[in-house]
C-alpha cells in the first residue's frame, strides 16, 4: 500500500475510534489488521480507497451503521438512472437521448455481470435493511465513480458500456457526457375523494415548512389525511414537527404512504404517526427504527475523501423513542437495545417494473379507496 494510503489508513482507523459513537463494539484490531491484509495490494488509486475503506466500515460495524461510509469527490451522474426491482437494474428516468432504453434491465458493464457487480457492490455497502441495500445499489448504479471504484471495472476508464438483455447497448463516453437530473418537487398538496394528500419527501427547510402549514392550514372538504412520505431520506427531524402537529390537531383518519427509501430522521416520523394510531400503507423502510445516526465527517489528509460517522444513537426505551449522544452511556445500554427493530406498514404493497412503465401508482390508489374498519 502506497504511503499516503498507509497513513490515511492509519488516521482513518483513529479518527472512528475517538470520533464514532461507539463503532468498534464487537470487533478488535487484530480483527480489524486481518481484514486489512486481504485488500492491502488491490489499492492502486483514490477510487480503489474508497471501495476498500467502506468495505472496512461494514466489516467493523456488522452493517449496522448505514450512515456511516466514505463519500465520492466530484461524483457525476450518468444520464440515466435506475431502479433496482427483482435482482434486476431497469433504467427508468435519462435524458432524451437515451429513452428509448426505458425499462430496460441491464446484464453487463463494460463486460462485467450486472450480478458480479451487485455482488461486489453489496461488500462496500452497510446495511440495516434490505430497502436501503436497494436504494445504495441504484444510488451508485447511477453515478460514474460509484461504477468505476467497483473491483472487477477499470477506475480509470473514460467509456461504459451498458449491455441489457434484448442484445441493445449504450457506450458512454464519461468526459462528454451530461447528468440525468430527477426533479423532485417537496411539499406538495392535492384533495381527492374527499382525501387531503400531503407529499413530504425531504425533511428540510423549515421555512418552506411554514409556508406549506399555512397553505394547508386553509383546505377543507376533506375528512382523511394521506401523508405520502415515500422518498423521504431524512434531513432535521425538527422541520417534521409543525407538519406532524398540523395532522394531529386535525384529529382526523391518517394514512402514511411508506417506501424503501425512506431513512434516518424519517423514522421520527413514522414513531410519531404509530403513536396517532395511523394506517400505513406501502413497503418496509429503508432503516430500522433503531439506528445510529446525527452525521458528522471529517476528511483524510492526503486523500481528501471525506468520511461521514455517527455521533448518536436511536432506540426505544419504555415505548418512547430515545437518543444517546455518550459512548460511556450507550455501553450501558442492555443487549436488547441493539436488536433490529423493524418497521412493517399495515398494508404491504408496492410498485413493480410494469407500473412503473405505465405511470401507474399501485400504493396511492389503495390509499384513496382504502376504507376504514368501523
Known amino acids: ?39 492491502k495490494n488491490k489499492i492502486n488509486n483514490d477510487l480503489d480507497y474508497i471501495y476498500f475503506l467502506n468495505c ?20 457525476k451522474a450518468l444520464p440515466f438512472m435506475f431502479k433496482f ?33 451487485i455482488k461486489e457492490m ?5 446495511y440495516t435493511t434490505i430497502g436501503h441495500l436497494n436504494s445504495e445499489i441504484e444510488v451508485n448504479f447511477s453515478s460514474i465513480n460509484g461504477i468505476r471504484y467497483l473491483p472487477s471495472i477499470d477506475s480509470n476508464t473514460s467509456n461504459l458500456v451498458f449491455k441489457f438483455s434484448d442484445g441493445s447497448t449504450i457506450e458512454l ?12 418537487n417537496n411539499y406538495l398538496y392535492d384533495i381527492q375523494n374527499n382525501k387531503l394528500i400531503l407529499k413530504y419527501i425531504a425533511c428540510k427547510d423549515m421555512d418552506a415548512m411554514n409556508n406549506f402549514i399555512k397553505s394547508i392550514s386553509k383546505l377543507d372538504n376533506y375528512n382523511t389525511i394521506i401523508l405520502d412520505i415515500r422518498g423521504n431520506g431524512g434531513g432535521d427531524s425538527s422541520i417534521s414537527v409543525p407538519l406532524i402537529d398540523f395532522i ?14 425512506v431513512y434516518s430522521s424519517s423514522t421520527f416520523i413514522i414513531d410519531s404517526m404509530v403513536n396517532y394510531n395511523a394506517t400505513f400503507i406501502g413497503s418496509e423502510i429503508g432503516t430500522t427504527m433503531n439506528h445510529y445516526g446525527n452525521i458528522s465527517s471529517f476528511k483524510l489528509p492526503n486523500t481528501n475523501i471525506i468520511v461521514n460517522y455517527s455521533t448518536k444513537y436511536f432506540y426505544y426505551i419504555n415505548g418512547e423513542f430515545s437518543s444517546c449522544s455518550k459512548r460511556r452511556e450507550l ?29 401507474r401508482d399501485k400504493v396511492m390508489e389503495k390509499a384513496l379507496s382504502y376504507e376504514f374498519e368501523e
Open 1 to 39: 500500500m502506497k504511503k499516503r494510503y498507509s497513513e490515511d489508513l492509519d488516521y482513518f482507523l483513529k479518527k472512528l475510534q475517538t470520533k464514532h459513537i461507539y463503532l468498534f463494539h464487537d470487533k478488535s484490531l487484530d480483527d480489524i489488521n486481518n481484514f486489512i491484509k486481504n485488500y
Open 56 to 75: 472496512i466500515m461494514k466489516f467493523i460495524n456488522n452493517g449496522k451503521d448505514s450512515h456511516s461510509k466514505c463519500r465520492f469527490k466530484n461524483n
Open 85 to 117: 426491482l427483482n435482482n434486476k437494474l431497469y433504467i427508468v428516468g435519462s435524458n432524451s437521448l437515451y429513452s428509448s432504453y426505458l425499462y430496460k434491465d441491464v446484464i453487463s458493464i463494460n463486460g462485467v455481470s450486472i450480478i458480479k457487480l
Open 122 to 126: 453489496r461488500d462496500a455497502i452497510s
Open 173 to 184: 463516453d464519461i468526459d462528454k457526457t451530461d447528468s440525468y437530473i430527477l426533479e423532485r
Open 248 to 261: 394531529k390537531n386535525k384529529n382526523l383518519k391518517t394514512i402514511v404512504l411508506t417506501d424503501y427509501t
Open 331 to 359: 455501553k450501558k445500554l442492555e443487549d436488547y437495545r441493539f436488536k433490529s427493530v423493524h418497521f412493517r406498514p399495515d398494508v404491504l404493497l408496492d410498485n413493480d417494473i410494469f407500473d412503473i412503465m405505465n405511470h
